[in-house]
């Protein structure tokens, strides 16, 4: 692999191909699988990640919003695209592109249908979600009659899927709250086909709930952030391969006497003589103030440097008093071995969350191997 020449997020689409084997691998084969590809596919790049899980055989995608399907659509990719959170502003951008709405409540309902017929449009597909337990978007089970019954009566629409989404699926001390969600789930689905007179596709599970509860699989599973190579769980990530990797380069070494400080507001004064290198990423780049003041760290020569002081927009500090090395030296930030996983956690944060926000001015690199 070439070493980096500034800051990269390089992304690997064999690693993505075997984790999407490996979720499959745990479900049934007649199972279908939702690639959930919002927020830039988490931070990486919807377009070739839908490209190239569309080429495997993926049956659905999903995004938050209408203007990510869009993105997606206008790449020619033609496979059903689920968008979880709609709003009313968008309705008709999502008709234009056959983007297929999650509904969730019954003012959604009724501006969406009344929406559809001002359009002439019959037996679109919509998604019905409910609520059992997240307490987030969904109607709730009692609410089952009047939706069933606006739904047969408008005939705008036609129901593609009904789900529901689970709180704590990757955590097993709450076990018990995410079977009472399942079966809160299952009352729902017991009683759509009758009343709508078809049988719409059922599906409660994220990437956890995969893992942790397949029994709990129905027709398809909802995957994000493992095809992305987190399994919230040492017992899976061993089998996942983090597709992204976060590298930078040294801009400039400098040396610290004793009382000297580095940075915004002084946030580090050195009580001994230290080397530190400047990197050219930053807070507008994703590494988030949290990840200063010795929280975060990254790898040079294959040792771990802090982050010293405060992280500037476009720049951090880190500690390389202990590491032999010079300017223009790569680094890594995250990769699949210094997970972003272990960098979110030094934060007190959550791997989605770091590599949902590598922003849109890191360049983008695609390998495949
Ligand atoms: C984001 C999202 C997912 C994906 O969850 P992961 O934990 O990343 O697998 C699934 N379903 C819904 C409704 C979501 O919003």
Do not use: W
Not at 115 to 132: A, D, G, M
Not at 243 to 258: D, G, N, V, Y
Request: charged share 25%; hydrophobic share 40%.
């Amino acid at each position: 692999m070439p070493k980096a020449t500034e800051t990269v997020l390089e992304i690997n689409l064999t690693s993505l191909e075997h984790n999407y084997n490996y979720l499959r691998s745990r479900i049934k084969a007649t199972t279908k699988f939702l690639a959930v590809v919002k927020a830039f596919a988490y931070g990486s790049d919807a377009v070739k990640i839908a490209e190239k899980l569309a080429h495997n055989g993926v049956d659905y995608l999903a995004v938050a919003y209408a203007n990510e399907g869009v993105e997606i659509r206008n790449a020619g990719i033609k496979i059903p695209i689920l968008v979880l959170h709609p709003v009313p502003a968008n309705f008709d951008v999502l008709v234009q592109y056959r983007l297929e709405p999650s509904i969730y409540s019954r003012r959604m309902l009724a501006l969406f249908t009344e929406h559809l017929k001002e359009t002439e449009t019959e037996n679109y597909p919509i998604h019905l979600k409910f609520n059992t337990g997240l307490n987030r978007l969904g109607f709730l089970e009692d609410e089952l009659d009047l939706v069933t019954d606006v739904i047969n009566e408008s005939k705008t629409v036609k129901v593609a899927s009904v789900f529901s989404h689970l709180a704590a699926s990757e955590d097993h001390n709450e076990k018990e709250f995410t079977e009472n969600q399942i079966r809160r789930f299952k009352k729902v689905i017991l009683r759509i086909d009758q009343q709508l007179g078809y049988a719409p596709i059922k599906h409660l599970l994220n990437t956890s709930g995969l893992l942790n509860y397949p029994e709990a699989q129905f027709d398809m599973v909802r995957s994000g952030i493992g095809i992305y190579g987190f399994g919230n769980d040492e017992k899976y990530n061993k089998h996942l391969k983090p597709i992204a990797s976060l590298k930078t380069i040294i801009s400039q070494i400098h040396h610290l006497e004793p009382n000297e400080s580095i940075g915004y507001n002084r946030g580090f004064t050195a009580s001994e003589r230290k080397t530190v290198a400047t990197l050219p990423i930053g807070h507008a780049d994703g590494i988030g103030r949290i990840y200063g003041n010795q929280k975060g760290f990254v790898f040079i020569k294959d040792t771990k440097a802090l982050i010293l002081g405060n992280t500037c927009m476009d720049m951090i500090m880190v500690d390389v008093t202990h590491i032999n090395c010079k300017e223009g030296d790569e680094v890594i930030v995250f990769n699949e071995i210094h997970t972003a996983d272990s960098l979110a956690t030094a934060a007190d944060t959550i791997s989605y969350e770091l590599i949902t926000g590598i922003s849109q001015r890191v360049k983008r690199r695609y390998i495949e191997k």
